[in-house]
């Protein structure tokens, strides 16, 4: 499985953006989006069970919304009211990080 993330760019702060993960051949069901800002370890923002659990730290909670396409192979991450801190390459996996890591999409936040 490829999971391939897209939607990243430059935002300034209070802005909006809308990550994208697609994949081939599977449907998405239990899934999650991590970042990775630079100098730190890899964090897990925002995850999604049977379809629409949802669940945030309290860094994105409020701001982040994931939720699954209705095709089930897309997963999306809106971020809205973006935060300079909000900065990091962004990636799509499973709770479990089942899958193999994809190239990520790059955020970046002005201040």
């Known amino acids: 499985v490829q999971l391939q993330a897209s939607g990243g760019g430059l935002a300034q702060s209070g802005g909006s953006l809308r990550l994208s993960c697609e994949a081939t051949?599977?449907?998405?069901?239990?899934m999650a989006w991590y970042r990775e800002a630079p100098g730190k370890q890899r964090e897990l923002v925002a995850t999604?069970?049977?379809?629409?659990?949802?669940d945030y730290p309290d860094s994105v909670k409020g701001r982040f919304t994931i939720s699954i396409g209705r095709s089930k192979n897309i997963l999306n991450l809106q971020m809205d009211s973006l935060k300079p801190e909000d900065t990091a390459v962004y990636y799509c996996?499973?709770?479990?990080?089942?899958?193999?890591w994809g190239p990520g999409t790059l955020v970046t936040v002005s201040s």
């Open positions: 996996n499973s709770p479990g990080m089942t899958y193999a």
């Open positions: 051949g599977i449907a998405f069901v239990n």
């Open positions: 999604i069970r049977s379809g629409r659990n949802t």
